[in-house]
C-alpha cells in the first residue's frame, strides 16, 4: 500500500474509524457505503470519503467500503497489525488502573512491567504484572527490548524519568502527567488529559445551557 503523508488530523480520526469498523465487522457486516458509515458515526460522508481517499483504492462506487479489508488496512496505519510491549511508571491509583484494564491486549499492547519508587509497592503483583523498583527500569528496557512507557507519576517527576526512559532506549512515552515533555526527536509523546477533556464537556454543557436560557428569555419576552 501506497502511503501519502497524512495529515495529524485524519491521523487522530482513525482510531474512531477502526473502532466502529470493529464493531461492524463483530455485527457481521461486510461492506458499508461512505454514507451508512457517516449515519453511525455522525461526520459527513464527504469527510469519510476524504479521509479514506488519502490511503487510496478502500472504496468502490456504488459497492462501498469493504469492511474487513478497511480494518486491517487502518490497524496496519495505526501499527495494530503487531504487538507492542509497554511498561507502566508510577503504580499508583492511575497505573494500576491501566494495568488492571485487560483490553489493551486485545489490541495488541502487552504491559510487561510496572515501576515505583514506592518500597511498600515493590513486589505487589497488579493482574499479573510485578510491581518492580524504580532502579530495575532501564535495565529491564534494555532487556526487554520496550519501546513504549506510560508515565503515570507526579509532574515534578516527569522530566527527570523521561530524560532516563530515553537514555534506556524508549521510543514512545504515553504521557499522563500534567506537564509538557522535552525528547529527542526520533521518541514520540502523546500526552493525554482526561481533566482537559472534563472542561471540554463542561463547556459544551454551558454553552448549551447559555443558549437555552435566551431563546426562553426571549419567549418570555413574547
Ligand atoms: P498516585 O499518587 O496514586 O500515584 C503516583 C505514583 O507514582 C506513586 O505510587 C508514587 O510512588 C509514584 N512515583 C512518584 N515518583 C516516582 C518516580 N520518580 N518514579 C517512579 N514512580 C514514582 O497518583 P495518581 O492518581 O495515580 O496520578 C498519577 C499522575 O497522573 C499524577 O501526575 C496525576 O496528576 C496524573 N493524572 C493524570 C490524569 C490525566 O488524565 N492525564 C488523570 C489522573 C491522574
Known amino acids: ?70 480494518y486491517s488496512e487502518i490497524a496496519k496505519i495505526l501499527g495494530l497489525d503487531r504487538q507492542h510491549s ?31 519508587v514506592n518500597p511498600r509497592l515493590v513486589g505487589l503483583v497488579v493482574r499479573g504484572i510485578e510491581i518492580l523498583s524504580i532502579d530495575q527500569m532501564e535495565d529491564f528496557i534494555r532487556e526487554n527490548k520496550i519501546q513504549i512507557a506510560a508515565l503515570t507519576i507526579p509532574k515534578t517527576k516527569a522530566p527527570d524519568v523521561a530524560d532516563c526512559l530515553v537514555k534506556a532506549g524508549i521510543k514512545a512515552i504515553w504521557n499522563f502527567a500534567h506537564t509538557d515533555l522535552v525528547v529527542p526527536e526520533d ?5 493525554v488529559h482526561l481533566s482537559e477533556s472534563l472542561m471540554r464537556l463542561s463547556y459544551r454543557m454551558c454553552s448549551k445551557q447559555e443558549k437555552e436560557a435566551v431563546t426562553v428569555g426571549k419567549q418570555q419576552r413574547k
Open 1 to 70: 500500500m501506497q502511503q501519502r503523508k497524512i495529515s495529524k488530523a485524519v491521523i487522530s480520526r482513525l482510531p474512531r474509524y477502526y473502532r466502529y469498523l470493529g464493531e461492524l465487522l463483530e455485527q457481521g457486516v461486510e461492506r458499508i457505503s461512505s454514507k451508512e458509515l457517516s449515519v453511525r458515526m455522525k461526520v459527513t460522508a464527504s469527510q469519510i470519503r476524504q479521509d479514506l481517499n488519502n490511503f487510496g483504492g478502500f472504496g468502490q462506487q456504488g459497492y462501498g467500503y469493504n469492511v474487513k479489508y478497511l
Open 86 to 116: 509497554i511498561i507502566i511508571i508510577g503504580a499508583g491509583n492511575l497505573g494500576q488502573a491501566i494495568a488492571n484494564y485487560a483490553n489493551f491486549e486485545r489490541r495488541g499492547f502487552i504491559i510487561k512491567g510496572m515501576f515505583d
Open 187 to 191: 521518541v514520540v509523546v502523546e500526552n
